[in-house]
């Protein structure tokens, strides 16, 4: 057999064993954002607020994105998506691109590092359909910095989405108005293999394990809410609600009296009944009726 067949042959058969490759370009991004996540939670001054965090639908997580301009100016990043699952936990990511541009006059290329925390379900359904733009299929402001921040305006208060860059060391609110978000399919079949679809992925039906770096991004997830959840709740872990027992009637609460022993009988003959006659110094004694 020559080269050209045993090659195909191999890929025939990959394909229809189901298993997927990830590159390291998938890897990368991975590792990426994991490392974004994480170093903006370390600093309590500059990281999503609890609340937020705690009641995200989902988050896009988009590190070093590339702006550049000449007059012209575009955005474009690569990054994961997770969102939450029926159970509250954290799905696997799936890969995502942001695309965006302006008119104006700028020169200069800067990077920096996207995040996007969703509030609804409709707006990870649109961008797991098709294309979404932010602004435009969703109402999007710049999110509130640092973990107990509760000040936010009207308009951020009605956002879908809420909107962080950190650059040269900055994390802030931003604006991502006409920002493009969407699946990115050929980092998708790379990692979870060609049939897998973004829903499959977040119902962890994948046709591929994901790995490990990306699992790590799902992990760090998981724990960076839980820290979000159990500084809400004054340092304490969420635990279920105690059972209430059962109410016990009025009349079972009153102190039972210990019962008093029987009275002994009284002294006197033994009763004569059923017994037989008897001589009785002439006088016989008759038994009772």
Do not use: C
Request: hydrophobic share 45%; aromatic share 4%.
């Amino acid at each position: 057999m020559s080269r050209l067949p045993r090659i195909l042959l191999s890929l025939a058969l990959l394909t229809a064993a189901g298993h997927a490759v990830a590159g390291p370009e998938e890897e990368d991004r991975a590792r990426n954002a994991l490392r974004v996540l994480t170093e903006i939670q370390q600093i309590p001054e500059q990281a999503i607020p609890d609340k937020l965090l705690d009641e995200a639908r989902g988050i896009v997580v988009i590190p070093d994105t590339i702006k550049a301009g000449l007059v012209v100016g575009g955005r474009r990043g690569h990054g994961l998506m997770s969102v939450k699952t029926a159970e509250g936990t954290w799905s696997n990511p799936v890969f995502v691109t942001l695309t965006g541009g302006s008119i104006g006059f700028q020169v200069g290329v800067q990077s920096s590092d996207i995040v996007l925390v969703f509030r609804n379900d409709r707006s990870l359904d649109d961008i797991v359909n098709g294309k979404f733009t932010l602004g435009a299929d969703a109402s999007v402001a710049a999110g509130p910095v640092g973990r107990n921040a509760a000040a936010a305006t009207d308009g951020q208060l009605k956002a879908e989405i809420w909107s962080w860059s950190r650059a040269r060391g900055l994390f802030a609110g931003v604006a991502l108005d006409g920002a493009a978000l969407q699946i990115d399919r050929d980092a998708q079949a790379a990692v979870y293999g060609s049939s897998t679809t973004p829903r499959m992925v977040f119902e962890n039906r994948a046709q591929a394990a994901p790995p490990n770096a990306v699992v790590a991004f799902r992990d760090q997830l998981e724990e960076a809410t839980h820290a979000a959840r159990v500084a809400r709740n004054g340092g304490q872990a969420a635990v279920p609600a105690p059972v209430a027992a059962p109410a016990v009637p009025a009349a079972q609460t009153q102190p039972v009296q210990p019962a008093q022993p029987a009275a002994p009988p009284p002294a006197g003959p033994a009763p004569t009944q059923g017994l037989e006659p008897v001589d009785n110094g002439g006088v016989r004694s008759e038994p009772l009726p």
